[in-house]
């Protein structure tokens, strides 16, 4: 009985700080690849809790493993775009400037009882009041109200909701252009230009990242902060 407790007590213990080193992300918002290493680990941990006669690094030694996958795959995801389109998916828009995209719906299974009750526990009841419906990688939906629908955020200021903007579009991420979105967005790769130019950059891959709204409202960051980029070239 004391070796059950002591190597179940381990194999806890190494459970816990492989969790640890995944992150709080993975906590909370589980991709694909991270559901499949915790079902894969949660496995592979009871096979030695409850057989003795196998050895305790039969099950330390492929934890571990799994840990070092994870990490790598998290790493890819961070670095590259591509990467992490593969391992991750896509976010899918399920409504779009107020209408529902019925082929990705149909394409994804969801039917549309299904995308009011997720809806719903947004504390979204009224479905013609979304403007943006967005289904993301990790399985949560993300939703995005019409203006003339939000709840006022500039009370006392004068400013009008119906100035807010009600679309974003993320152009450029993790330094790779998503030509698909600038279409979306309706601009070009001239206008891109400007706008890079007007940050003192040159090309997408010196963006971080790079969005857009209806109302033209740019937001652009850097990989590298403008102190940062001063400093290097000795300003």
Not at 14 to 25: E, N, P, S, V, Y
Not at 33 to 58: C, H, K, R
Not at 98 to 127: H, M, N, Q, T
Request: charged content about 20%; overall charge neutral.
């Amino acid at each position: 009985m004391l070796t059950g407790f002591v190597r179940t007590l381990i194999l806890y213990v190494i459970i816990t700080a492989a969790l640890r080193f995944m992150g709080k992300r993975q906590v909370g918002q589980l991709q694909p690849a991270e559901l499949v290493i915790t079902i894969m680990v949660s496995e592979v941990a009871t096979v030695p809790m409850q057989d003795f006669g196998i050895p305790l690094a039969y099950g330390i030694i492929p934890i571990l493993t799994l840990l070092c996958a994870e990490m790598l795959s998290s790493a890819l995801c961070a670095a590259s775009l591509r990467a992490r389109s593969i391992l991750c998916g896509k976010p899918d828009f399920l409504i779009h400037r107020g209408e529902p995209d019925r082929k990705k719906l149909a394409s994804l299974r969801i039917s549309a009882a299904e995308l009011a009750e997720e809806l719903r526990l947004k504390g979204v009841f009224d479905p013609g009041s979304v403007s943006t419906a967005i289904l993301e990688t990790n399985g949560q939906l993300s939703v995005l109200l019409k203006p003339d629908q939000r709840p006022l955020s500039y009370a006392g200021t004068g400013t009008s909701a119906e100035y807010e903007p009600g679309h974003y579009t993320t152009i450029i991420a993790q330094g790779t252009l998503i030509r698909a979105n600038l279409r979306m967005s309706g601009h070009d790769e001239a206008w891109l230009h400007k706008v890079l130019s007007a940050h003192g950059l040159g090309k997408p891959s010196q963006v971080l990242l790079l969005t857009v709204d209806d109302r033209e409202g740019v937001v652009l960051w850097p990989k590298v902060c403008r102190k940062e980029q001063e400093k290097e070239e000795g300003v």
